[in-house]
């Protein structure tokens, strides 16, 4: 009996942890580098507050995080080789916020132009 007691305990513990953590009823959003430019200090709200980001090297992608609600777009605020470049969303009037399930932000730099003008974001469901 107490074989059988600790092979159940053992197999529901495996089977707790062998599930993916994350919950099915959010919004996850991980940010993609796609420019040549490394990302210092990444800061990204999606009106709910800002949310930190590690540094995030040209050409790489970040882990995911949990965001109580998102859109197609949002505010981010970086700096590049020292200088602070931003997205600022004037608001979400009319936008339908982002069902529950994972998202990718594909964030682009260009040549600099400007605080407002260098960065772009393109959302991916993944």
Do not use: H, W
């Amino acid at each position: 009996m107490k074989k059988l007691l600790l092979f159940l305990l053992v197999l529901l513990t495996a089977i707790a942890c062998s599930g993916d953590d994350m919950n099915p009823n959010a919004v996850y959003i991980r940010l993609s580098n796609i420019s040549n430019y490394d990302y210092k200090n990444i800061n990204v709200n999606t009106s709910t507050g800002g949310v930190m980001f590690d540094d995030l090297d040209a050409q790489t992608t970040s882990e995911y995080k949990v965001f109580e609600q998102a859109y197609r777009y949002a505010f981010v605020e970086l700096e590049i080789e020292g200088n602070t470049y931003t997205i600022q969303p004037i608001d979400y009037v009319g936008e339908t916020p982002l069902s529950n399930g994972q998202y990718t932000y594909q964030i682009n730099a260009n040549e600099p132009n400007g605080q407002y003008g260098t960065l772009s974001l393109n959302l991916v469901k993944d």
